[in-house]
């Protein structure tokens, strides 16, 4: 490839007049031995050929990579520096064949790596003033793949200077390659090699970026005017005027050497391409695929955070994401678009919508495998527009707020889960062996008899104030009625300890945080210390709606945890499907504590318990609105600073929420309902299990439904009584702000005047007024 640059003349004769006295060896090259050439070159004055290697030795040249979602619909496209597709010869048209060897080294079939020829005739016209190149297609395929495969400026220096030495070692690959691969071989690395400017590298990425087209559809006159980019990229493309004289010229020589009519040539002269300047993706930014419409970016985004995180790409997370980018790999992601456009149309329906000032979002995952199906929030992945002021601005964000990136983990540590925490409660309980029976008196508060390190005890108050939630309850009623003065004693019994050993072994991150005090090694050092009991009310142990809708995925996984994957399949530039990404997972419960817990968390969505008695029932909607066997359970925390809703079905787990993203503890509250976590969560996953089987779960083991402890410690001589179920499931828990008359049954609730949409029950609130009687403020959370 030459370059429009001007040289000193001298300089060129000299140089040109020392590569004619090789000229002779290089034809000599094809035929006699390694050892006489070496001899012939050392005459010359030059390097011998036994100080080069035999054949072009270099890394891989980087490849740009496709993301497709599991329906094989183009998602966007990845690359560094060099945006490149590898293309057979037999998708080039020939008129981009026969133009390029045209107007680059007509003599391409002719030579052996060295044009002999040319050299003598650039010698000739060098002497006239003229810049035509000796180069054969083959010695700039070796410069071009030297340069674009250098790590260092000085190598890259090396590959491109004007020296003899440069020109030798050309010579030396392109005489080694020509013995190595044929004609067809060597043309089809050059085309998928050589750069058309623009950031287009290659003639399939060039075909898209300046004709939006693949390039087994371009022209004749589009061909001619690529080729005319080659000999000086950083110019042609920019000065199109100049551009179309050399394409002209290009059409001359095609038709001189019989590669098309002059009828063909005047035609194509006639008939100027136009250009069609596309922009070529490169991240997941909005762009040739990813808009705000398919809302992609965020599931796309997941791909780079996840990618950080594999130590098979790399050694640094910079390494590793640059692995990916670079590898020219086939990405199928796990993203199910029905599922995402579902899930998103819930999300933007429910609250304050797309920009609001509350952040709402939803995560769906497959359990047995991890993958991630959908990733849904009320906000567009995009870098907010210029002059964008208040609720537009609000509407674009960049940062991962469904799933959180380990690289930031002592900044960013999730938001505080509230109740949906329990569940790993009740694993750690069940694992150890206590049974679902095992049952406590649970009045209005609790208060430790230990003291923390503040030299307090610990007091926990039942979200409802009026003490319709005091009373006798077992795991099934009192995960149901998500009573934290049940809570707080299976806790204890259970340990804090192995709470936090549960969580982390279901999936639940444990971000550390600036100060630490969120890691799960500062939750073990600090044992039963009663200031760590909020942990089961979700306190000291922030997560991610990713990790949470993962932690549900392992029990309705039947106890198998399965490490979160953005990952369908993964093939590599030959085609060949790798083990990237591929589900890996691990038993972690045994599958009747899973059971177990999952007979239990029938009971927050109004379902039934297949071997106890449920309660009220905190979700009710979801249960109705899902209409199939489900689990799961509502969260919310002091104030309903943030709302949570974590479930399952056999098939699909997932985790929404609503809080301010931006001041988690101390922004927005969910005016004071934590309802609408419930109403993304129940439409969100009847859209996404629409058309999926109806499947059921097993029954708990006898040995963990029954014979647990009973303790009556603390009842009243007329205690409240406890609410049982209604017909065959539980009930709609009666709410205090406004009320619902109880529904029976699976929880189908009457319609009421409570906080949420008619017909659906709301919640059972937190009171801020409500003090215990040693004046310290309750903590409760649903």
């Known amino acids: 490839m030459t370059s429009t640059r001007t040289r000193n003349p001298l300089t060129n004769l000299i140089s040109l007049f020392l590569c004619g006295l090789l000229a002779g060896i290089v034809v000599a090259a094809a035929a006699l031995p390694a050892a006489a050439v070496a001899g012939l070159t050392a005459k010359a004055g030059a390097d011998t050929f036994e100080n080069l290697p035999s054949e072009l030795q270099t890394p891989p040249l980087p490849l740009t990579t496709k993301v497709l979602n599991d329906k094989g619909q183009y998602v966007t496209s990845l690359h560094g520096d060099q945006n490149r597709v590898n293309v057979t010869l037999s998708q080039v048209p020939e008129s981009l064949q026969h133009a390029v060897i045209a107007i680059e080294d007509s003599r391409f079939y002719e030579h052996h790596g060295v044009d002999l020829k040319g050299i003598l005739r650039a010698f000739v016209s060098s002497g006239s003033g003229s810049t035509q190149g000796a180069s054969t297609l083959t010695q700039q395929y070796v410069r071009q793949d030297l340069a674009l495969t250098a790590t260092s400026d000085a190598a890259r220096a090396a590959a491109v200077q004007q020296t003899l030495g440069r020109k030798l070692r050309e010579i030396r690959y392109a005489v080694a390659l020509e013995k190595k691969f044929n004609k067809q071989q060597i043309l089809e690395k050059y085309l998928n090699t050589v750069y058309f400017g623009r950031g287009a590298y290659g003639v399939a990425v060039a075909a898209q970026r300046y004709f939006n087209k693949s390039v087994d559809q371009l022209t004749l006159g589009e061909s001619a005017l690529l080729a005319s980019f080659i000999q000086s ?39 100027k391409p136009t250009l069609n300047l596309t922009p ?213 019994a259970a340990k804090v300890t192995n709470v936090a050993k549960a969580a982390r072994d279901a999936g639940i991150s444990f971000f550390p945080g600036a100060t630490g005090t969120n890691s799960y090694d500062s939750i073990i050092k600090g044992g039963d210390n009663p200031g760590r009991l909020s942990l089961t009310f979700g306190q000291g142990s922030d997560t991610w709606p990713l990790y949470m809708a993962n932690a549900y995925a392992t029990v309705a996984a039947e106890g198998k945890y399965c490490e979160p994957t953005p990952i369908q399949s993964v093939q590599g530039p030959d085609g060949k499907t790798l083990s990237l990404g591929a589900p890996n997972c691990k038993q972690v419960f045994s599958k009747g504590v899973a059971d177990a817990a999952t007979d239990a968390a029938r009971c927050p969505v109004a379902q039934s318990a297949q071997a106890g008695h449920c309660g009220w029932a905190t979700g009710g909607s979801v249960g109705n609105a899902v209409g199939r066997p489900m689990a799961g359970k509502t969260g919310s925390t002091p104030g309903n600073r943030q709302v949570w809703f974590a479930g399952f079905v056999p098939q699909l787990a997932g985790a929404s929420f609503s809080t301010d993203t931006d001041n988690p503890f101390h922004g927005a509250d969910n005016n004071d309902s934590p309802d609408i976590a419930n109403y993304i969560f129940g439409p969100a996953m009847a859209n996404a299990v629409d058309g999926m089987p109806e499947k059921g779960f097993d029954p708990p083991p006898d040995s963990l439904a029954n014979g647990g402890v009973h303790s009556h410690a603390g009842e009243p001589a007329n205690p409240t009584p406890s609410p049982k179920a209604g017909g065959s499931g539980g009930t709609v828990r009666p709410g205090t702000g406004g009320g619902t008359t109880q529904g029976t049954g699976h929880g189908t609730p009457t319609k009421g005047p409570g906080h949420g949409p008619t017909g659906l029950p709301p919640f059972a609130l937190y009171n801020p007024g409500f003090t215990t009687s040693n004046g310290r403020r309750a903590k409760p959370q649903v």
């Open 233 to 271: 990229p950083g110019y042609y493309p920019l000065h199109l005027d100049k551009a179309e004289v050399r394409r002209n010229y290009v059409l001359t020589r095609m038709q001189q050497l019989g590669y098309i009519t002059s009828a063909q040539e005047n035609d194509g002269k006639k008939n």
């Open 280 to 492: 070529l993706p490169s991240t997941c930014l909005p762009n040739g695929a990813i808009t705000a419409q398919n809302n992609w970016g965020y599931f796309c985004d997941y791909l780079r955070i996840w990618a950080q995180q594999q130590p098979s790409l790399g050694a640094t997370p910079d390494e590793r994401w640059s692995a990916i980018r670079t590898g020219g790999y086939t990405i199928k992601l796990s993203l199910d678009p029905d599922m995402q456009a579902a899930a998103q149309h819930s999300v933007d329906n429910v609250g304050g919508g797309r920009g609001a000032d509350l952040t709402q979002g939803v995560v769906f995952i497959e359990p047995g495998t991890g993958r991630i199906r959908s990733l849904a929030v009320n906000r567009t992945f995009d870098q907010a527009p210029k002059g964008a002021a208040g609720r537009a601005l609000k509407q674009y964000n960049e940062n991962p707020l469904l799933t959180g990136d380990p690289e930031n983990q002592t900044t960013s540590t999730g938001y505080p889960s509230g109740s949906t925490f329990k569940m790993f409660t009740m694993l750690a309980a069940l694992r150890q062996g206590m049974q679902l029976d095992t049952g406590f008196y649970s009045g209005q508060t609790y208060t430790t008899k230990a003291k923390g390190d503040d030299g307090e005890p610990y007091t926990v108050a039942n979200a409802n104030s009026n003490g319709s939630m005091n009373g006798y309850r077992d795991m099934w009623s009192g995960f149901g009625e998500s009573v934290n003065t049940y809570f707080i004693q299976l806790e204890i």
